[in-house]
């Protein structure tokens, strides 16, 4: 199973180059769409074997937002082996976050 982490501008790159599947939701608490979407990252993280769900508060960790270009949130950027690979914008169900995620799950 994977894991939820709470991430900060200082500990970003870390955390992503040591996990080889990432998802970074890039949100804010004031977010209602974030708010949405959380619940859905976190059963994920338990669903989807070696995800990792990554959550930056863009308030207080303005500086990989502004490196990403993450302009509306919540954001989604997924990282493999470090990279980032693919992105999602705005609340998502959870059929479509899944079927995102499985399509960058390299198999056993």
């Known amino acids: 199973m994977g894991s939820t982490v709470a991430i900060t501008d200082s500990d970003f790159d870390r955390t992503v180059a040591e996990h080889p599947l990432v998802v970074v939701d ?47 949130i919540p954001t989604l950027i997924l990282f493999k082996q470090g990279k980032p690979v693919d992105m999602v914008v705005g609340a998502v169900p959870k059929a479509e976050l899944t079927a995102w995620v499985q399509e960058h799950v390299t198999p056993a």
Not at 35 to 61: C, F, H, M, W, Y
């Open 26 to 72: 890039f949100y804010a608490d004031w977010c209602g769409p974030c708010r949405l979407v959380s619940p859905i990252l976190e059963q994920l993280a338990q669903e989807v074997p070696g995800l990792t769900v990554a959550k930056l508060d863009v308030d207080a960790n303005p500086r990989n937002a502004m490196k990403f270009g993450v302009m509306s």
